[in-house]
């Protein structure tokens, strides 16, 4: 089984690749029409929201550059 891969674009949205299911906060699931790849919206512009329309276009900046994160929190 393959990953799913994100990719954080640079002033856009999050590229989603790969075999993936998206669902509301209800748990309902979008119906992808079998789409492996897609655009999930970063800049709240989006008339299709959770799904880029490319509304950021000249709106939103933020270079996506990779970081660690901190360690996680032990759980109790």
Do not use: W
Not at 27 to 38: M, S
Not at 47 to 56: A, E, I, L
């Amino acid at each position: 089984m393959s990953k799913t891969k994100l990719t954080i674009n640079s002033n856009g949205s999050v590229k989603v690749e790969g075999d993936f299911e998206i669902v509301d906060a209800q748990g309902n699931a979008y119906n992808l029409q079998g789409r492996t790849v897609l655009g999930i919206c970063r800049c709240g512009l989006s008339s299709n929201k959770p799904f880029c329309d490319g509304s950021h276009r000249n709106h939103f900046e933020h270079e996506a550059k990779a970081f660690d994160l901190p360690p996680m929190k032990p759980r109790l």
